[in-house]
């Protein structure tokens, strides 16, 4: 029993995490959900290799994001090198994160609100649904929202001057979904100020 514990003990406690993990994450995919991919079929893997039988490791491939990581990477670079093109041959001016806005998007489909940092020529990629967006400012001044989601149809530019846009038809072959996109004011870095 000691050999068995000593051999297999932290392949049974990671691997019983990296399982959590993996279900959770596939319910999480069902309900439209992101989940935690990645973390279980990284546990487990490392669980295995604890043990005299290592080839066992291969078990952590059954969780979908080690699958799925190499073609995010890709598709991720692909659409910067597209967005980049766009952004030189727009002429819009160089981009430059901005600490005193924030970007707002909001799905109401979804009830989801999130929070990120506001900056020009940075390609933001949402995942639920997914949109690949960037917002530029021309030569002029004035600012476009640039969308690609991955349904072939290219990049579409749209007027952003009232600093709020919202984008319809965007989302999975089962639900299309509105996204309302609008840049305020960086709540945390006014609270740091007021300090």
Known sequence: MDKFLI???????LGGIGLFFV?????AAKAGRSGVPIVGGILIIIGFLTTPVKWLA???MVDYGLWALPYIIIIESIKRKKFSRIYSQQGYIPGKPDNTKML??????????????????IVYILNIPKIFMSICVDKEGRRFMLADILNGSGIEVFDFENDKITLYGYGSKKKKMEVVI?????????????R
Do not use: F
């Open 7 to 13: 051999d297999y003990g932290v392949c049974i406690i």
């Open 23 to 27: 279900i959770m994450s596939y319910i």
């Open 58 to 60: 291969l078990l952590g």
């Open 104 to 121: 707002k998007i909001y799905i109401p489909d979804r009830d989801e609100t999130l929070e990120w940092g506001y900056g020009t020529n």
């Open 182 to 194: 609008e840049v305020v004011a960086n709540k945390y870095q006014t609270a740091h100020m007021k």
